[in-house]
T-cell receptor, first 115, second 114 residues
Framework: AQSVTQPDIHITVSEGASLELRCNYS??????LFWYVQSPGQGLQLLLK??????LVQGIKGFEAEFKRSQSSFNLRKPSVHWSDAAEYFC?????????????FGTGTRLTVIP | ETGVTQSPTHLIKTRGQQVTLRCSSQ?????VSWYQQALGQGPQFIFQ???????GRGNFPPRFSGLQFPNYSSELNVNALELDDSALYLC?????????????FGPGTRLTVL
């Protein structure tokens, strides 16, 4: 059965510090992998995605993520966090054969940014 | 270009009642997916509609049903509401072209069941 694990429920970082949010997945094959961000009162916004090829993917807002097949991980990183990055972050997987329309999400990591 | 919109924003119902949530897809999109996001959880896939037909369903009972209209807008209906149905309901639209199609999410409808 598929599963997505985000082991950190809540992370607090100082503005300007680096950030890494962890995501591990369990799936029969390499799925499509996604990171979404959700701000209060907003819908989910896609930060980046991985389908195949280069394992380091760049996204919007200065985020990047690295796919590691051996660890079944897809961790999200940002070198310098801004106060506006405070939000809930979700890792998601999707079956590659169906265009990933039925996404399976992790439970999310809440990011707090302190001055 | 108008994004995905959902109505109402908030809704309060009592156990056993029925509810209808609405979603207007982004211009040019032909596919709508619905997700349920319980408090402190990630969104869970309910079902998807493509060209007015259900095109995939998650692990939700039949009392969760939907419709898609010719203009690709959609409704989510939930009968016999239970307390555990309290959640944020998210709608996402996309343009199905056979390959990957990015989903664009609406802000959601917050349903409270008392």
């Amino acid at each position: 059965a598929q599963s997505v694990t985000q082991p950190d429920i809540h992370i607090t970082v100082s503005e300007g510090a680096s950030l890494e949010l962890r995501c591990n997945y369990s799936y029969g094959a390499t799925p499509y992998l996604f990171w979404y961000v959700q701000s209060p009162g907003q819908g989910l916004q896609l930060l980046l995605k991985y389908f195949s090829g280069d394992t380091l993917v760049q996204g919007i807002k200065g985020f990047e993520a690295e796919f590691k097949r051996s660890q079944s991980s897809f961790n999200l990183r940002k070198p310098s966090v801004h106060w506006s990055d405070a939000a809930e972050y979700f890792c998601a997987v999707g079956p590659p054969l169906t265009g990933a329309n039925n996404l399976f999400f992790g439970t999310g990591t809440r990011l707090t940014v302190i001055p | 270009e108008t994004g995905v919109t959902q109505s109402p924003t908030h809704l309060i119902k009592t156990r056993g009642q029925q509810v209808t949530l609405r979603c207007s897809s982004q211009s040019g999109h032909n596919t709508v997916s619905w997700y349920q996001q319980a408090l402190g959880q990630g969104p869970q896939f309910i079902f998807q509609y493509y060209r007015e037909e259900e095109n995939g369903r998650g692990n939700f009972p039949p009392r969760f049903s939907g419709l898609q209209f010719p203009n690709y807008s959609s409704e989510l209906n939930v009968n016999a509401l239970e307390l555990d149905d309290s959640a944020l309901y998210l709608c996402a639209s996309s343009l199905w072209t056979g390959g990957y199609n990015e989903q664009f999410f609406g802000p959601g409808t917050r349903l409270t069941v008392l």
